[in-house]
């Protein structure tokens, strides 16, 4: 069974930065799409950002286009995202999420009900 971890979440000031990391173990990933989902209190989860392992494509949220970039690490089997210019909205608990086949676009359309594997989460809060 594949288990993901999460780590990296904490408490920043608005217009500040994280970088959340996503470590993988189990089987290897090299036909899988990985990304991030994030639920907001009071809100449904929703698509933030992937990657398709083999390729090293990324795909976006519009709400996070050009502040998240996402990548990885082959020999760690490890997702990397780095969130810039972080403001309030983003506050949420970051989910990871790994699906076998897909691009990484194909995965943020899918949707979180398609996903084959999640993290614990980790919670993200931004103060203004």
């Known amino acids: 069974q594949v288990q993901l971890l999460e780590s990296g979440g904490g408490l920043v000031q608005a217009g500040g930065s994280l970088r959340l990391s996503c470590a993988a173990s189990?089987?290897?990933?090299?036909?899988?799409?990985m990304g991030w989902f994030r639920q907001a209190p009071g809100k449904e989860r929703e698509f933030v950002a992937a990657?398709?392992?083999?390729?090293?494509?990324?795909y976006y949220a519009d709400s996070v286009e050009g502040r998240f970039t996402i990548s990885r690490d082959n020999a760690k089997n490890t997702v990397y995202r780095k969130m810039n210019t972080l403001k309030p909205e983003d506050t949420a608990v970051y989910y990871c999420?790994?699906?076998?086949?897909?691009?990484?676009?194909?995965?943020?359309?899918?949707?979180?009900?398609?996903?084959?594997?999640w993290g614990k989460g980790t919670l993200v809060t931004v103060s203004s």
């Open positions: 990657i398709t392992w083999s390729t090293g494509r990324t």
């Open positions: 999420a790994a699906r076998r086949l897909p691009t990484a676009q194909g995965m943020g359309v899918m949707g979180p009900g398609s996903m084959d594997y």
């Open positions: 189990g089987r290897t990933f090299s036909a899988y799409a």
